[in-house]
């Protein structure tokens, strides 16, 4: 697959973000990753709001139910280097394909989203909203009772 065809239809024109490097930094995060059960790799990056770079790769164990997806050690790796939050999102298999985010990681990574976190996704460029709509978050834990 040339880089032409990668591109096309994602929605990426007038992006700020390097989704490139994003890429190249989640296929570097997948090279990590600890699957000896599933064998199914994943690697994700993230740019941080303040310009930093963080990535995670998933990590098994034998109970299989307590497997750390990419974006678990992302945002642990996000806390490790400064905190912050996350502006952009990219996430691949060890084919370098691109994986949308488990249901448990789109409430995690909507904890520690910017309001202007954007996400690659197979259809192309998404807001958090989008991935994870009518969301519970901090907020809600804020309202009076
Ligand atoms: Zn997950």
């Known amino acids: 697959m040339d880089e032409d065809s990668t591109r096309a239809g994602t929605g990426m024109e007038g992006s700020d973000v390097d989704w490139a490097a994003l890429e190249a930094a989640a296929v570097d995060a997948m090279k990590n990753a600890y699957a000896p059960y599933s064998k199914f790799a994943v ?6 709001a303040d310009g930093r770079m963080v990535s995670g790769c998933n990590v098994e164990n034998a109970s299989y139910g307590l497997t750390l997806c990419a974006e678990c050690t992302l945002v642990g790796n996000l806390h490790m280097t400064g905190g912050g939050l996350l502006r952009a999102f990219y996430c691949v298999d060890a084919a370098g394909t691109i994986l949308m985010p488990c249901g448990r990681c789109r409430q995690l990574l ?4 910017a309001p202007d976190m954007e996400l690659m996704t197979a259809q192309g460029i998404k807001t958090m909203d989008q991935m994870l709509p009518d969301a519970f978050g901090p ?3 804020e309202e009076p009772r």
């Open 110 to 113: 909507y904890e520690f989203r």
């Open 43 to 48: 690697g994700a990056a993230a740019l941080t």
């Open 139 to 141: 907020q809600h834990l």
